[in-house]
């Protein structure tokens, strides 16, 4: 289970302190609210990025899954969704 601090931009998982960078903090936000639902990832490069990089946006999903060890599933053709109960 994690948890998003808006005002520190941490995560936390299992009750442990995750630093994230503002990139990774707005992706993992812009995933959370959209939860359970495909997100096209060219938009989601927009929003991080301002334009469309999708090998740095791939990075950026990799760089989190290692940091957190948060599932962010990669749907293939569409872009991303953060599955949660």
Do not use: W
């Not at 994230?20 to 609210?33: C, M, N």
């Not at 090998?55 to 948060?70: F, P, S, Y």
């Amino acid at each position: 289970m994690f948890t998003l601090d808006t005002l520190s931009h941490t995560c936390f998982v299992d009750g442990q302190t995750i630093q994230l960078t503002p990139g990774e903090y707005r992706l993992l936000s812009i995933l959370l609210k959209s939860r359970n639902r495909n997100v096209d990832s060219s938009l989601l490069s927009i929003e991080v990025f301002g334009d469309v990089d999708i090998a740095k946006l791939d990075n950026l999903i990799r760089r989190i899954r290692r940091k957190t060890g948060i599932t962010i599933e990669k749907v293939r053709g569409i872009g991303y969704r953060l599955p949660l109960p």
